[in-house]
């Protein structure tokens, strides 16, 4: 087994093998560490795999920008596997003056930012996406939005990497990282130690307990959100979806099925005491908006229903950061549950960091020391 | 409000039936839900409505049912035949969906005795119109009165299928031939497990009878058979196989397949319990404690659902574990638990004793486990090869949900229940890792797909 290289990545999830991939075709030497015995475990393959640039935060929109304009559209090609990336646009739906409020002031921001959103009327967003509930009155209409396949991205960003060469170790959880010289050098497993120059933290809500043992902390909390899936139905139209109040996103698959994620957090400690699946009321309650909003897929059967684990960070955005105590540590975690769309553009941030090159997009507002400032 | 039980019972088999009766006995409130219209299980199936002149080749072991049934009836425990569970959460909540209204039950413990599934038997054409499970045939008839269309070749591992050839032997239906995959160095293999299997002797006699039988019905028996491969275009109409080292065919208008059955652990796994690998028939089954609970407190599995055993002792252990969950309620001590299953104890363990020789002497073939070529079907849902699923390994798979994301397995309607032990397989077969390290899917609700508008009007109580 080796145990060292030139970059360690903690965590095999889309994050870690986007990095691997980036880090391997520079030719550097990387072992990723997964706890699990398969990837992509968290949320990386639970995921409703929206593509957006449409309704982010300020801070990571540029990484949104960046990957829909640079890395998406050909990745299928580069990686030699489809990702089945749509760029169909995201309609984010209002049904009340109240929703449209939010959703302007939403787009107000991304306008300002350079990005190719707008508000439009009920009649045009049922134009663009016939099947929607005449209840629609209004939507930010972002036509350079999209999806992909999670699970294939992550797969296809996997294959790739591990063609290249990067050594995937499973079954790896790690218990700390140690210092040597006052660099994070060596990190320490259940079934051994690993050295590398750089350290990159890619794991998810698991992240925060590593960190701790060098002394860091991100205010991360693990959150549950259910997501479930429909048997295919006949090709009806391949925009992503959302809601002003975020009460379900989701959109059709190339296979034909339909995937929707709720956007209200479950009760953890409920859903880890025996079981983690969805309980039927939140399945219902997913369900119910939908169908309010889209009521020509009352008859499509859900024939399954999952939980996903998020790392959700007290201001909703990820750090993606070096740590300035801890030479050699690179931080990115908190994605706050919509990491997925920017993942190849953190990938390549992380790559170009790890190699103690100028990150070629600003993540500077993504930064560790957000959190000591107070 | 949701009516609370003190235990819900899912499945109204042999080991429902009996764990009903007995907690009805001891006083607890009692629901049954069953996805059939009748009580019985697959293993008395249609035992209150079979018809007299068929009492004779289904033999006395089924009609022993009748009793069950009726005494199941006079209990005044609670029924709700025609109902699939399709969730349960961490409060017992208990979603059951029927072709009238859905609703919530709760109980305060939970008996699973959902038996067993036959195992998919993926070898060449085995999706072709005119192939059968063994079981599932017998099922028809029990259930029916129909026989399948002759002549049929039965192939295969598994008392059952010797029981299905005597049912068809009775019914006037011509066997081509019966194509056993097992062989002579299987009964070696099983000869340590005779002792044991001898206490058991009136099991053992049984099997020579029907042994017997088929001999006299002039039935081409062939032992040791591989390779084997259903002939036809859209319609099966024979069976190749290699036996002793020569190619044979035999034709046929039904084919039926068997090689054993499994536990039905989609509601074990469903609620997490810890489960164990049991070699010698290659299952999983969920790790049980003599009364048969879980891991997971509350949860009990009583019958074939917790290991293949047979009928029998499914009632023994319903019987056993409808004591444990008045233990559990607190309806009496420990002590007296003990000394109320003493005798049930001693009598599953009496039963128990054929198992290992029935279960060594019938190991499901390798080729059914792994399919060697490319074009076999393995997952029915989304049409999926074995050579697909091997290229995903090959690609670095090493866990069936990674087999899922590359191809789709295992995300149809059936959530795995036809395809998971294969790919299982396949990843052990072309890995370091032993079949117990590969892992399993997750079994996810809705345990049978619902509509998004039967979804969205479900009212659900809020019971936590």
């Known amino acids: 087994m080796k145990t060292n290289a030139d970059v360690i990545i903690i965590g095999g999830g889309i994050i870690g093998c986007s990095t691997a991939y980036y880090l391997a075709k520079k030719g550097k030497t990387v072992i990723v560490l997964e706890k699990g015995n398969k990837i992509g475990y968290g949320g990386s393959g639970r995921n409703g795999g929206g593509v957006r640039q449409s309704g982010r935060d300020k801070r990571e929109l540029p990484l949104a920008m960046y990957g829909v304009q640079n890395l998406w559209p050909h990745l299928s090609e580069e990686l030699g596997g489809d990702v089945e990336y749509y760029q169909r646009g995201n309609l984010r739906l209002g049904k009340t003056e109240e929703h449209l409020k939010i959703l302007q002031g939403l787009t107000d921001v991304a306008v300002s930012l350079g990005l190719d959103v707008k508000m439009i009327s009920g009649e045009e967003v049922r134009e663009i ?6 209840e629609v009155i209004g939507a930010s209409w972002c036509p350079s939005d999209g999806h992909a396949n999670p699970l294939l991205s992550t797969l296809a960003f996997y294959n790739k990497a591990n063609a290249l060469g990067v050594h995937f170790l499973f079954e790896q959880s790690v218990l700390a990282i140690k210092k040597v010289a006052g660099r994070a050098r060596t990190v320490v497993t259940t079934s051994g130690e690993f050295e590398a120059e750089k350290i990159v933290l890619a794991a998810g809500y698991e992240s925060q307990a590593i960190a701790e043992t060098v002394g860091v902390e991100v205010p991360v909390k693990k959150i549950a959100l259910n997501t ?22 989701g959109h059709q698959t190339t296979h034909g099925s339909f ?5 209200t957090p479950l009760d953890s400690e409920f859903i880890k005491s025996v079981v983690n699946h969805p309980p039927a009321d939140a399945t219902a309650a997913t369900c119910k908006g939908i169908l309010s909003y889209i009521p020509a897929l009352k008859h499509a059967k859900v024939v399954r229903s999952w939980v996903g684990f998020i790392d959700w960070c007290e201001d909703k955005v990820p750090v993606i950061d070096h740590v300035e105590d801890v030479p050699g540590l ?8 919509h990491g997925f769309g920017i993942s190849p553009a953190v990938g390549t941030v992380l790559s170009e960091m790890a190699c103690d090159e100028t990150p070629s997009i600003d993540i500077s507002e993504l930064n560790y020391g957000r959190f000591s400032g107070s | 409000m949701n009516k609370c039980y003190d235990l819900v019972v899912v499945g109204a088999g042999p080991g429902g039936l ?14 049954v839900v069953d996805e059939q219209p009748e009580p019985g299980g697959q293993f008395y199936r249609s035992i209150e409505r079979n018809l007299p002149e068929n009492a004779d080749t289904l033999g006395k072991d089924y009609l022993a049912g009748k009793q069950l049934v009726e005494s199941f009836r006079a209990s005044g425990v609670t029924y709700l035949p025609n109902n699939s569970v399709w969730n349960i959460d961490n409060a017992f909540n208990v979603d059951l969906i029927s072709e009238s209204l859905p609703q919530r039950v709760r109980g305060r413990q939970i008996i699973f005795s959902v038996g067993a599934l036959e195992r998919p038997v993926p070898i060449p054409n085995w999706t072709l119109p005119g192939v059968m499970g063994a079981a599932a045939a017998d099922i028809l008839f029990k259930s029916a009165d129909m026989v399948p269309q002759g002549p049929v070749v039965l192939a295969g591992s598994g008392p059952l299928l010797l029981l299905t050839a005597c049912h068809l032997i009775d019914n006037g239906v011509k066997i081509s031939a019966m194509v056993e995959t097992a062989g002579f160095k299987d009964y070696f293999k099983a000869l340590p497990y005779l002792p044991g299997a001898l206490c058991q002797s009136s099991y053992l006699l049984k099997g020579l009878q029907m042994r017997l039988k088929v001999k006299r019905a002039g039935v081409p028996v062939y032992i040791g058979c591989r390779d084997l491969a259903v002939l036809g275009k859209h319609q099966a109409e024979g069976l190749t196989f290699t036996c002793r080292g020569k190619q044979e065919k035999v034709t046929a208008a039904t084919v039926l397949l068997h090689e054993g059955v499994v536990p039905n652990l989609c509601f074990s796994r469903l609620l997490n319990c810890e489960h164990e690998w049991y070699a010698p028939q290659r299952y999983w089954r969920p790790v049980l404690d003599r009364w048969g609970r879980t891991s997971v407190p509350g949860v009990s599995v009583a019958g074939d659902a917790g290991g293949i055993n047979g009928g029998p002792v499914a009632e023994i252990a319903g019987r056993l574990a409808a004591i444990d969950a008045a233990c559990k309620l607190e309806v009496f001590t420990k002590a007296e638990r003990d000394r109320l299953s003493q005798p049930y104890l001693k009598k599953a363990h009496r039963q128990k004793l054929i198992r290992p020789f029935i279960d060594h002497v019938f190991p499901p073939s390798r080729q059914a486990l792994v399919p060697p070529d490319d074009e076999t079907l393995v997952c029915r849902c989304e049409e999926l090869t074995a050579g697909q699923i091997r290229e995903a390994i090959a690609q670095g798979a090493r866990h069936p949900a990674q087999v899922k994301g590359e191809t789709r397995a295992g995300m149809g309607p059936c959530q795995a229940r036809m395809c998971g032990a294969t790919i299982a397989e396949m990843i052990a077969a072309s890995s370091d890792l032993d079949i117990k390290q590969v892992g399993s899917l997750r079994v996810r609700p809705p345990l049978q797909p619902l509509s998004i508008e039967q979804l969205a009007n479900m009212e659900l109580g809020e019971e936590r």
Do not use: W
């Open chain 1, 228 to 249: 479930l899936i429909t048997d295919a139905q006949p090709p009806m139209f391949y925009q992503m979806l959302g809601t002003a109040m975020a009460d379900f996103y």
């Open chain 1, 330 to 337: 690179i931080l990115a975690f908190g994605f706050s549950g």
């Open chain 1, 259 to 263: 995937i929707f994620g709720a956007g």
């Open chain 1, 129 to 134: 996406c016939p099947h929607l509930s005449d």
């Open chain 2, 18 to 31: 009996t764990a009903a009766v007995t907690a009805g006995k001891l006083g607890l409130s009692t629901l």
